[in-house]
């Protein structure tokens, strides 16, 4: 899990820039907060013994103890006071990498109106033929598509290159790492095994 945690913070999945739309990643994925143990209710004399929904999708039959919910929140507790720090430090980052390829598309959009309103004086002043003209409009509209998809490129460098943004994300990790051992530790054995396994395929599909 802490490998494919490190992949999803250090190298995120980005939709390319486009005529219509801004380099779009988001490298901290949003079940970082989510406490699956919240809703639990639990069994014996001080609860119902009914499974809450996340239990029941991630947890089969299973219930937890009044004791095992207690410690079940305070490890989500601490797990966000010690991401806190560290996760606002990788979103003003990753904030700033985005508002970088924001303007550097506006800029690339900007530069090849230029040069179209150009291409279209010469062809009005008739110093290039209409075959002339659409040849160098569609070079300057392929040239402009590839360097906004090339945004992507530039921006997974400045990720992989900022040396504060990698070590709030390392600090993540090990927040992460803590939390699982302490779940791993308050829940029986056979219900780990069955919660690890559902939390492993939620967790790919993110």
Request: no cysteine.
């Given at each position: 899990m802490g490998d494919s945690l490190g992949d999803i913070l250090d190298n995120p999945?980005?939709?390319d820039a486009s005529m219509s739309a801004d380099l779009t990643y988001e490298s901290y994925p949003a079940f970082l907060e989510t406490d699956y143990f919240n809703?639990?209710?639990?069994e014996g004399a001080n609860g119902s013994g009914n499974l809450d929904s996340i239990n029941k999708i991630c947890c089969g039959s299973f219930k937890l103890s009044k004791a095992q919910k207690e410690k079940l929140?305070?490890?989500?507790?601490?797990?966000e006071e010690c991401m806190d720090a560290n996760r606002k430090i990788l979103k003003n980052i990753d904030?700033?990498?985005?508002?970088?390829?924001k303007t550097k598309k506006e800029n690339i959009i900007a530069n090849t109106k230029l040069q179209m309103d150009s291409i279209n004086k010469l062809y009005a002043a008739g110093t290039i033929t209409a075959a002339q003209k659409?040849?160098?409009a569609t070079?300057?509209?392929?040239?402009?598509?590839?360097?906004?998809?090339?945004l992507a490129a530039i921006a997974k460098d400045k990720i992989k290159n900022n040396i504060a943004?990698?070590?709030a994300s390392g600090k993540i990790k090990d927040c992460e790492k803590i939390y699982l051992k302490s779940i791993k530790e308050i829940l029986t054995a056979e219900q780990f095994e069955k919660w690890v396994k559902c939390f492993k395929e939620k967790y790919k599909k993110k």
């Open positions: 999945t980005m939709a809703l639990a209710v639990v929140v305070a490890a989500h507790k601490a797990k904030a700033e990498i985005l508002a970088w390829a659409k040849e160098m070079k300057l509209e392929l040239t402009r598509a590839e360097l906004l998809k090339g943004r990698a070590t």
